[in-house]
């Protein structure tokens, strides 16, 4: 099983950046994708970025393309999502998940003010 630990959130002006990590841990080898994740309040968790191990392909929701670059680390097993421009719809908790899927992490709070 594949543990997964979320971090950087934190409380940022519309127009800021963050950077978020998501550090995996366990039986990583099985591990080909790793996703990014985003749950507001009342609303469906939705896919916000992801990245390929095995040839590097990205892929971005359309919301936040052009702002947010999903990058990783392999030698670490951490996983990056650069956000800028950050806007008060990108609010939420921001989870991290894996292919094949694994057990949630605790997520990491981004609260984006206007």
């Known amino acids: 099983q594949v543990q997964l630990v979320e971090s950087g959130g934190g409380l940022v002006q519309a ?20 996703n990014w994740f ?33 990058s990783r680390d392999s030698a670490k097993n951490t996983v990056y999502l650069q956000m800028i421009s950050l806007k008060p719809e990108d609010t939420a908790v921001y989870y991290c998940n894996t292919l094949p899927p694994t057990p949630w992490g605790q997520g990491t709070q981004v609260t984006v003010s206007s």
């Open 38 to 70: 985003r749950q507001a309040p009342g609303k469906e968790r939705e896919f916000v970025a992801g990245i390929n191990f095995v040839g590097g392909y990205t892929s971005y929701a359309s919301s936040v393309k052009g702002r947010f670059t999903i």
């Open 15 to 34: 127009g800021g950046s963050l950077s978020l990590s998501c550090a995996a841990s366990g039986r990583t080898f099985s591990v080909h994708t790793m």
